[in-house]
């Protein structure tokens, strides 16, 4: 499974990551849909770093297209509370 | 593949496709998204390029406020010796206003720098790929029959399209922060120009009423505390002046 984190990296993990990568991602969601900053920034951060501790680099000269894509480490809460609604970080 | 990923990704993943949708046209011929590619390239460089000119008008801007902000203190001297204490403490009120917009240069100067970092890194990850995608069409158009490699290369520019997205998507944060940053630059150059410089606090920076008033708060003493230590450098303090900082025996202020 292919990850990037927009603007870092893409990183290879193992399929077996995937159950925690959702956990991971579900808690920011949640905040996210709460619409109540506290905790996303902690939240979003321990989810980029499982991606980049778990996950191997692929290497630049390496073409592949990845199946998880992750906003920016500096997003913040106003443009991905926005992007669930439609604009946000990419617009529609 | 929706479904097996999280929602935050998919959401994502669903922009940077439509994105690539709205950039890809099937009639193009392969060469042709290979040049696409190389013109894409030229653009991170050019946003570099912005990002740095950016970077050197603050500069610019940061040496402009430092000498602003020793000439104050000058005047403030010079002021005092000459008996005119509220005009000491205008070009002090001044000095303060002008080390606080510093301050906040210092921090848009660190962020540039942060920015033009990540730019560099986003162009030289782009080009491997750029230039791997290059090797891989050639190696596919020998290997396959036409309509084989169609397949096949059109699966490698996707995977270079979403790098290409994704420096897109960099990019365009970059220039959204330094054209917030230059409207605020030029907007305190007019100001400093028409003399109006201790208004700075009136522009928008992201600061809400409750930081002004605190800043105001904080920027009393401060002011205070450079009075009294020209007046006790001058000899003037009426009881013993509050040691501030470290400038306790720097020369008194040149009288007049």
Do not use: H, W
């Amino acid at each position: 499974m292919i990850v990037r984190i927009s603007g870092e990296d893409q990183y290879r993990l193992d399929d077996s990551q995937r159950d925690q990568l959702n956990e991971l991602e579900e808690k920011v969601v949640n905040i996210v849909e709460s619409g109540a900053e506290d905790g996303f920034g902690d939240a979003f951060a321990t989810l980029l770093q499982f991606v980049r501790d778990k996950g191997e680099p692929v290497p630049a000269d390496d073409i592949e297209s990845s199946d998880v894509i992750l906003p920016p480490a500096d997003v913040t809460f106003s443009e991905v509370t926005s992007d669930f609604t439609g604009e946000g970080l990419i617009p529609d | 593949m929706a479904g097996l990923t999280g929602r935050m990704s998919t959401v994502i993943k669903a922009k940077v496709s439509k994105l690539l949708d709205r950039a890809e046209d099937p009639s193009e011929t392969l060469d042709y998204s290979y040049q696409k590619q190389v013109e894409q390239l030229q653009n991170v460089k050019k946003g570099i390029a912005d990002v740095v000119t950016a970077k050197k008008r603050l500069q610019m801007q940061e040496s402009s406020l430092q000498q602003s902000v020793v000439k104050l203190d000058t005047q403030a001297r010079q002021a005092m010796a000459g008996g005119n204490e509220e005009l000491a403490r205008a070009a002090l009120e001044r000095k303060n206003v002008a080390q606080t917009e510093l301050q906040g240069l210092d921090t848009q100067v660190t962020e540039l720098e942060q920015q033009q970092e990540k730019l560099t890194d986003s162009e030289k990850k782009l080009r491997a790929k750029i230039e791997a995608f290059r090797t891989k069409k050639e190696v596919i158009k020998a290997q396959y029959s036409a309509a084989e490699a169609q397949v096949r290369i059109s699966e490698a520019a996707t995977g270079v399209g979403e790098q290409m997205a994704d420096v897109g998507l960099a990019m365009q944060r970059a220039v959204d922060k330094t054209e917030n940053m230059r409207a605020r630059a030029d907007a305190v150059g007019e100001l400093e120009a028409a003399g109006t410089f201790d208004d700075i606090t009136q522009l928008g920076s992201g600061e809400d009423d409750i930081d002004r008033q605190l800043k105001e708060l904080s920027s009393q003493p401060a002011v205070d505390a450079d009075l009294a230590k020209i007046k006790s450098e001058l000899g003037q303090g009426s009881e013993p002046a509050p040691q501030i900082a470290s400038g306790g025996s720097e020369p008194a202020g040149q009288g007049q």
